[in-house]
């Protein structure tokens, strides 16, 4: 079966760093991405890990581990406009399909 | 990227009745696909739309009540059938090319079914 959870909310203040955890049993993997969405909007692309390791860019970062089946999206100097749903999704081999994850609202307090 | 134009962007539509939502990108796509999201809730995945052939359908979800075309690399419809107020919900166009692994969003079409 295809199981990928998330928490499903987060607080954090202007300016700190929070993490945002994901967890996922698929049947096949062929990569992990995390995707942001504004309420009212649709998702968009922010990080994307095939390899076990950390992938840096700006104030975002994102991390995988294969074996332990796991990933987290960093982020640093949060801003408000952060404040969003966070989705991560796993891609399947072969059928190209995204399965995405139950979502993160992600809440940035002054 | 790919910019996706996808219509309506919301409609209120009466129990019964059907709603064809339209997809079209700006060029051509290998893979088309079809989520709905529920209030408050995460992306599923409804079907994969493929060119000249007939959807493939994730459990759940089929083709009598969410028919679905692609009769070229750049456009699609998804119709959903005999509405009922569960179908109230977000839909969303998404797509993406082999050895590319972005997948890009259309803007959504929010249905309500009263």
């Known amino acids: ?110 | 990227s790919a910019v996706i134009s996808q219509k309506p962007s919301r409609d209120i539509c009466q129990r019964g009745t059907s709603l064809t939502i339209q997809c079209q990108v700006d060029s051509q796509v290998t893979m088309m696909f079809w989520y709905r999201q529920q209030p408050g809730q995460s992306l599923t995945l409804i079907a994969t739309a493929n060119q000249g052939s007939e959807a493939t359908y994730e459990s759940g979800f089929v083709i009598d009540k969410f028919p679905i075309s692609r009769p070229n690399l750049t456009f699609s419809t998804l119709t959903v059938s005999n509405l009922s107020p569960e179908d109230s919900s977000i839909y969303l166009c998404s797509v993406s090319n082999r050895g590319n692994e972005k997948l890009f969003f259309g803007s959504g079409t929010q249905l309500s079914v009263l």
């Not at chain 1, 993490?19 to 049947?27: D, E, F, H, L």
């Not at chain 1, 994307?48 to 992938?55: I, P, R, S």
């Open chain 1, 1 to 110: 079966g295809q199981n990928i959870d998330q928490p499903t909310e987060m607080t954090a203040t202007e300016g700190a760093i929070v993490q945002i955890n994901c967890t996922y049993q698929t049947s096949g993997f062929n990569g992990l991405f995390w995707y942001q969405q504004h309420a009212g909007e649709a998702p968009t692309f922010l990080s994307y890990n095939v390899l076990d390791g950390l992938e840096e860019k700006g104030r975002f970062s994102s991390f995988l581990s294969r074996s332990k089946g796991y990933s987290y999206l960093l982020l640093k100097e949060l801003q408000m406009k952060d404040s969003a749903s966070y989705l991560c999704a796993v891609k399947s081999p072969g059928t190209y399909k995204y399965i995405f994850g139950t979502g993160t609202r992600l809440k940035v307090l002054a």
